[in-house]
């Protein structure tokens, strides 16, 4: 049996390959960072950051944990978002043209 096929396990991948659920090139480059973090005695200082942050905004740091425990919100939910978002704009802005019209034709 050749082993032509088989993929090597440490074989690095190209640069933009997408490597699915599991990529192990950004589990690596987390893992490194968060070595070279705790290498560089910055966990005290950025903890004591934390605190002071949640004991002057306690309202928002409990919204943002929250926000951080659900997870990424779906691309459906955030695209209809937007269009919401821009119809909304695109309302004001007719009802502010109609305006603009509506004094213009009153002064001419």
Known sequence: MSNHHHKHPHKS???GTNEGEGNRTAARSYNDGLQSFIASD???PAAQEAKQFVDHNPTQAERDEMAGKAGPRPLVRRVE???TEGRAMVDRAVTR???MIA???GHN
């Open 103 to 105: 004094k213009r034709r």
């Open 42 to 44: 910055k966990v005290e």
């Open 97 to 99: 043209v109609k305006s």
């Open 13 to 15: 991948h190209k640069a």
């Open 81 to 83: 978002e937007l269009v």
